[in-house]
């Protein structure tokens, strides 16, 4: 069996649609159930709908074979897997945002309220910055405004949610998509058929990454 | 003395099938009787897996480690004879680190090591004592084997810059060629240069049907020898059971300070990690001022004991 861990919401479906036109479909997929589980024997395919910032770590663990995860979780986690596509979706960048007027002095400590630790660190690390990570699990965005940071580390879309709380992008890290990720262990032993796949998703991506 | 193997656990049925195998070609059992002061791990900590290590006051006031590592403590220990082979094996508990708990952990590790006139049969047999370990333990294994210095070479047609080739590794060593391209063109590098590395990354099976794709590859790049000497080293597997296991596949890196050479991972069906690496290390006897030639690997027990049918296998019966 070929287990694809998907990430839960709108970008999961999306991946689905390229996975089932690339070849590799699951109809019960689409049927609206609670399950987080779908099977198609006849092709010999396990997905399974896991929260986005967990995909790395069932690809990892050997859980999934493949799964589809954003670039900003491989790289907070890091996990040892091979990235064997960009599939050009889901695209927004990693930023630094503070409230409009702020200045760094330099004294003290900044204050970094992040979703994504690892990230805020190696960024400000190689900067020869001090930072106090404060570590959220969202709304990241009003945490400058109740004083709890200085500044935040957060993933940016369009920028609306940021402009809406008075923060505005002061530094850019880098740029965010989907990508295919896939077991080391795994592409020893189900190398052709994840080949197929990433061949006939390259079709899809061509023009997108 | 007559023991009755049914006393035995799974951890140790496999240890005594691997110390067999290796004792079988000559490979004498080397045992760490004693720790080594942590200075000397912290000079070298990139060479180990994790660079946490425990440490001890020795009774002289001296600090210590708590091994985190067999293969430093062997070379440190043993004579630099060049001209000699000495060939050992071992299975000791070592202490680390795991990535997966971020706790330290006692770990079993098997293995063995070469060193000395370490010469192309040399690495052939390391090589065949690699794939006969990861047989021990299934019948359904890899052996992944890349060769460093044509790595190396394909980086260096890139740029000399260190620090960009260095950067290179990490997404060398997850196929994501996209992220090879983009990092060429961060750094200034032209992308087109990437392309023969993007190639070589792409170059990967079974290593009968690989080395003359790859032979083509490096032509015009004065990699004759290194051809040559992976040639040499995996013919130990032509007309064998195990060649359709052995693959080559240039995703395989490790620390070149310290590698050199052939290096290799073992997988296993059903593990979702390497169960096993090793290569050529001459590059840390340089460091440690050693004239000898290395190549050694370890096994990782604790994750073979992982495996449901552990124990089922003949070679353990």
């Given at each position: ?8 919401g ?10 089932e ?6 109809p ?19 997905f ?18 493949v799964g589809?995860?954003?670039k ?10 091979y ?5 050009g ?8 945002a ?15 309220a ?8 190696d960024w400000?690390a ?7 990570v404060?570590?959220?699990n969202g709304s ?7 004083g ?5 580390v ?27 990720i896939?077991?080391k262990a ?5 190398g052709?058929?994840?080949d197929?796949l990433?061949?006939e ?6 023009g997108?990454? | 003395m ?11 049925k ?7 195998v290796?004792?079988g ?11 080594e002061?942590?200075?000397?791990y ?5 060479f ?20 985190p ?7 440190k220990?043993?004579?630099?004879e ?6 050992l094996?071992y ?10 708990t971020?706790?330290?952990?006692e ?26 370990s990861?047989?021990?333990c ?6 992944e ?6 790595l ?6 890139i ?9 290179l ?5 997850e196929?994501n060629l996209?992220g ?7 750094s200034g ?7 023969p ?39 130990v ?9 052995v693959?080559?596949?240039?995703s395989?890196?490790?620390n070149?300070?310290?590698?050199n050479?052939?290096?290799?991972q ?6 979702p990690g ?12 340089r460091?440690?001022r ?11 027990l604790?994750?073979?004991?992982r ?5 089922e ?5």
């Amino acid at each position: 069996v070929l287990n694809i861990a998907l990430p839960k919401g709108r970008l999961g479906d999306t991946v689905y649609d390229m996975f089932e036109a690339a070849g590799f479909p699951c109809p019960d997929i689409r049927a609206n159930s609670r399950r987080l589980i779908f099977e198609n024997p006849a092709e010999d395919l396990r997905f399974f709908a896991v929260k986005p910032m967990d995909v790395a770590i069932y690809v990892e663990r050997g859980a999934a074979d493949v799964g589809v995860v954003g670039k900003d979780v491989l790289a907070e986690f890091s996990p040892e897997i091979y990235e064997l596509l960009d599939l050009g979706i889901g695209r927004c960048r990693m930023a630094v945002a503070a409230p409009a007027g702020f200045r760094d002095t330099g004294r003290g400590a900044l204050r970094v309220a992040t979703k994504y630790p690892a990230v805020a660190r190696d960024w400000y690390a190689a900067r020869g910055r001090d930072i106090d990570v404060i570590r959220l699990n969202g709304s990241i965005e009003i945490a400058p405004k109740l004083g709890l940071s200085d500044v935040i580390v957060d993933i940016v879309e369009t920028g609306a949610t940021l402009r809406e709380n008075g923060l505005a992008v002061i530094e850019d890290l880098f740029p965010i998509s989907a990508r295919l990720i896939v077991n080391k262990a795994s592409y020893k032993f189900k190398g052709e058929r994840i080949d197929r796949l990433v061949r006939e998703l390259s079709r899809q991506t061509e023009g997108k990454a | 003395m007559n023991i009755d193997l049914n006393v035995l656990d799974r951890l140790e049925k496999l240890t005594y099938a691997l110390r067999t195998v290796y004792m079988g070609k000559g490979y004498a059992r080397y045992r760490l009787g004693k720790f080594e002061e942590y200075d000397f791990y912290s000079r070298n900590k990139d060479f180990l897996i994790s660079d946490n290590v425990i440490t001890f006051m020795d009774t002289n006031g001296k600090l210590m480690a708590l091994k985190p590592d067999v293969t430093l403590a062997i070379v440190k220990n043993l004579p630099d004879e060049p001209e000699t082979l000495h060939k050992l094996c071992y299975d000791e508990n070592v202490y680390r680190v795991s990535r997966t708990t971020n706790s330290f952990m006692e770990i079993m590790q098997a293995g063995l090591e070469c060193i000395g006139a370490v010469d192309t049969a040399c690495v052939g047999e390391v090589l065949s004592l690699a794939a006969a370990s990861l047989a021990v333990c299934s019948g359904d294994y890899i052996l992944e084997v890349s060769q460093l210095d044509i790595l190396e070479a394909f980086l260096s047609a890139i740029s000399d810059d260190r620090e960009l080739k260095t950067a290179l590794l990490k997404p060398v060593s997850e196929k994501n060629l996209h992220g090879v391209t983009a990092l060429c063109r961060e750094s200034g590098a032209e992308a087109e240069k990437a392309e023969p590395l993007c190639r070589l990354l792409k170059l990967s099976g079974p290593y009968g049907r690989v080395l003359p794709e790859l032979e083509a590859l490096c032509a015009h790049r004065g990699l004759e020898k290194e051809l040559s000497d992976l040639r040499g080293a995996l013919s130990v597997f032509d007309g064998t059971a195990a060649a359709d296991r052995v693959v080559l596949d240039f995703s395989a890196v490790s620390n070149m300070n310290y590698y050199n050479g052939v290096i290799f991972q073992g997988f296993i069906s059903s593990l979702p990690g390497s169960v096993l690496s090793g290569g050529q290390y001459d590059n840390l006897m340089r460091r440690l001022r050693r004239r000898s030639g290395a190549v050694g690997f370890a096994v990782y027990l604790d994750q073979i004991e992982r495996l449901e049918n552990l124990g089922e296998e003949d070679a353990l019966c």
